[in-house]
């Protein structure tokens, strides 16, 4: 019988370093082992935001190489905090933000609730509603032009026939007053079966011996709702409402390819905007600025909602 | 097959050393459109005399700027060989992404004097009207019209527009003819088919609403600066004629376009036209060749026409088009050289006008019989010869957003008022002078 791989790797380690590792101690070894991965983030998380914080506090501007880089202080976060434009650009957001999410929860609460019912064809169903989530953002931009194109799309067709209104008598991502509604009404498209599947995962992991002594106790079906399921998928539903809620704050290729923020400046979400700060104007000091605005924004509010959540598991 | 191969790359190895160069592979940027690839068809004859091998990053319009700046602006070793736009020669010349071209030219005999002199201005110096050359004009484009000639044509509806308007239905003279005429073909039944008046650029997220409402604003007296006073704005961007000029784009915008076109730029123009969904189109001349030889609106089915004049009878057109140049940051230049060498020929110019490259040498365009050689051969230099052109600034990207955002919010979105847009304008573009330290 040959040697188990233990051995084989303790005979075949050479003596010297067999006798520097044995010198070593847990707590040693098991920082040799996360070092790399420490490394990692540092690099690729920590040293960018630290960069990023220290070109905020400048007037850089990265298509100026060899322009003086000047020292202003906090000028660039006065100048944003001050910019109509830009809170212009955070009620846009808010207004998608609030709405895709209250959409994608209802829907996709009721969505699992229907897909937790047993019945023919129930995979088939879940497939076929988890679909959209699968394709691109950039690609569901794109597509979903052509579906509100008001002489050949399939949108303004389908509300002129329930409405009799004519097919292109209005424009859904040209119109002010409708291109806020086109955005959310795509993303709620697409990620509304994202919300579905977290909430059946939870309405999945609620015992069925639970229901059972409801049952027993002759609780209504709407009882049982309120006081078994509802409370018991809460914290399912309150991370999925985490997921997308961080997700469309710095939503950015779908709504590009729908409406390039506009008409006007109707659906520039801040990380639109952003992009037009640091890769069209070039102003990489005050884009360093507003991008550290926006993350110590969604960080607050994360972590914020992250209290609540733990809160509602704890219950 | 070995022997073959052999001889092959004896017989290659025999051209380089004969023509005393390493052959080089030489990498070629520009946007993704029908003109490339006629800079491909050309480029052949270079490679098989140079025995250089010429790659090609074509991006589409829409997000050129954005990969292209990137590229320059990180030193990046991508192109030896750039067919940049031509707002982009301030920054490039003035942060030494591109390089000089004044000696390459004396030690080559290509003359600056031998180009149409607004491609010389906006393509290929910096600072404007000074002879410092970063860039050889390669291709000459400018904002122009096309229109319907076969609707024109149809005498009920001449009768129709002579009775309505009191003078003859054909390509206008001046933008009020325009509208007059698109709103004439708006919501119109044309062969059984709804049609629209006129294709105008409404784009918000590169250039396109600017290149549009620009191409208006000149001919109604928008100027960009004080002539005696550099970047002194005030009563030259928002002057009384500008105003009405972007009132005019609006109301344009408004009275005779295709419903859902609030965001459209060259790409959707060219599909609105092709379909037979407009009488009128605007769009850069570049396009043309394409509708020249189109099934549904070629022929004798499509005219041409430049940009009409304004209310005092000022007539000019947004110019478009790009110069080559030699990237600073390429390990290649002498071979870079060499192929802006190769294409500045006479004989290779008057090859890129056949193959649909507009080219900007005078012995090409002024050849006698050049305005007959194209059904909107005329129509393109009457274009060429009324040019201005966006600022050239090594700010211009946010000199360029800063109008986007204002015209589109105006002129799409119905926010505010034309003076409010231009004001509004006037203090971005200062602001921007001013970070510049320029003001």
């Not at chain 1, 019912?117 to 497939?127: A, M, Q, Y």
């Not at chain 2, 006629?38 to 098989?48: D, G, H, M, V």
Request: aromatic share 14%.
């Amino acid at each position: 019988m040959s040697e188990p791989l233990s051995q084989r790797a303790a005979t075949a380690t050479p003596p010297v370093l067999a006798h520097r590792i044995r010198g070593l101690s847990d707590r040693a070894i098991a920082w040799i082992f996360v070092a790399p991965t420490i490394a990692l983030l540092l690099a690729v998380n920590i040293f960018p935001l630290i960069w990023t914080i220290r070109l905020s506090l400048t007037n850089y501007r990265s298509n100026r190489p060899n322009a003086p880089v000047k020292w202003v202080g906090l000028e660039n976060y006065q100048k944003i905090l001050h910019d109509p434009d830009i809170w212009n650009t955070f009620q846009v957001t808010a207004h998608f933000l609030i709405w895709t999410l209250v959409l994608q929860v209802l829907l996709g609460f009721g969505l699992a609730y229907l897909i937790n019912k047993k019945f023919r064809g129930n995979d088939l169903w879940t497939t076929i509603i988890v679909l959209p989530m699968m394709l691109s953002p950039a690609v569901v931009g794109n597509f979903w032009t052509f579906l509100y194109q008001p002489q050949i799309g399939l949108f303004n067709y389908v509300i002129a026939f329930f409405t009799g209104a004519d097919p292109s008598s209005f424009s859904m991502i040209g119109d002010v007053g409708l291109a806020p509604w086109a955005i959310v009404i795509v993303d709620t498209w697409m990620w509304t079966p994202f919300v579905m599947l977290i909430c059946l995962a939870g309405l999945r992991s609620i015992p069925p011996s639970i229901y059972e002594a409801a049952e027993c106790d002759r609780a209504s079906k709407w009882r049982q709702f309120w006081t078994i399921t509802l409370p018991m998928v809460l914290p399912f539903l309150m991370l999925a409402v985490l997921f997308r809620g961080i997700e469309n704050f710095k939503m950015f290729d779908l709504v590009v390819q729908l409406t390039g923020g506009g008409p006007g400046s109707t659906t520039e979400l801040t990380s639109i905007n952003l992009k037009r700060e640091a890769f069209e104007k070039w102003r990489t000091g005050y884009a360093s600025a507003y991008a550290v605005i926006l993350f110590v924004t969604v960080f607050g509010l994360a972590s914020i909602y992250v209290k609540a959540l733990n809160k509602v598991k704890d219950r | 097959m070995k022997s073959k191969l052999l001889f092959s790359a004896a017989a290659a190895a025999f051209v380089a050393g004969a023509t005393g160069a390493k052959a080089e592979d030489l990498t070629l940027c520009w946007a993704a459109w029908d003109p490339a690839n006629a800079l491909i068809e050309l480029s052949k004859e270079y490679e098989a005399q140079s025995g250089n091998t010429m790659h090609y990053e074509f991006v589409p319009w829409t997000s050129f700027a954005d990969r292209m700046l990137n590229e320059l602006n990180s030193g990046g070793h991508l192109c030896d060989l750039m067919i940049g736009d031509s707002q982009w020669i301030g920054g490039a010349a003035e942060n030494g992404q591109y390089i000089k071209l004044n000696d390459f030219f004396d030690a080559n005999g290509i003359k600056m004097d031998d180009f149409i002199p607004a491609t010389v201005v906006g393509y290929a110096e910096w600072p404007k009207n000074t002879p410092n050359y970063y860039a050889l004009p390669a291709f000459a484009d400018v904002v122009g019209w096309t229109y319907r000639k076969d609707w024109f044509a149809r005498p009920e509806l001449q009768a129709e527009f002579k009775a309505k308007y009191g003078y003859d239905l054909a390509p206008p003279a001046t933008f009020a003819q325009l509208k007059d005429i698109a709103e004439f073909f708006q919501g119109r039944e044309i062969d059984g088919k709804k049609v629209y008046g006129a294709y105008i650029y409404t784009e918000r997220g590169s250039e396109g609403i600017t290149m549009g409402a620009m191409d208006v604003l000149y001919s109604y007296g928008f100027k960009y600066q004080n002539p005696d006073k550099p970047y002194d704005m005030e009563g030259f961007v928002n002057s009384p004629g500008a105003i009405a000029g972007l009132e005019y784009y609006k109301a344009l915008y408004d009275c005779c376009t295709a419903p859902g076109m609030s965001n459209a730029y060259m790409g959707e123009g060219v599909d609105a036209f092709k379909s037979g969904q407009v009488a009128m189109q605007m769009n850069f001349t570049f396009t043309w060749p394409g509708f020249n030889t189109d099934p549904n609106v070629g022929g004798d089915k499509t005219g041409y026409f430049p940009n009409p004049a304004g209310p005092d009878g000022e007539q000019f057109a947004q110019l478009g088009g790009q110069g080559i140049s030699v990237v600073a940051a390429s390990s290649k230049q002498a071979a870079a050289l060499d192929y802006i060498k190769w294409f500045a020929q006479p004989s290779v110019q008057a090859k890129w006008w056949q193959l649909g490259g507009y080219s900007a040498l005078k012995s090409v365009v002024d050849a006698p019989d050049f305005a007959t050689s194209q059904p909107y051969a005329q129509a393109f230099l009457d274009s060429m010869a009324i040019v201005k052109d966006f600022w050239a600034e090594p700010s211009y990207a946010a000199l360029l957003q800063a109008s986007q955002k204002r015209f589109h919010d105006y002129v799409v979105a119905g926010q505010g008022t034309a003076k409010e847009a231009l004001d509004g304008l006037v203090a971005d573009w200062t602001e921007v002078f001013k970070e510049d330290g320029k003001l």
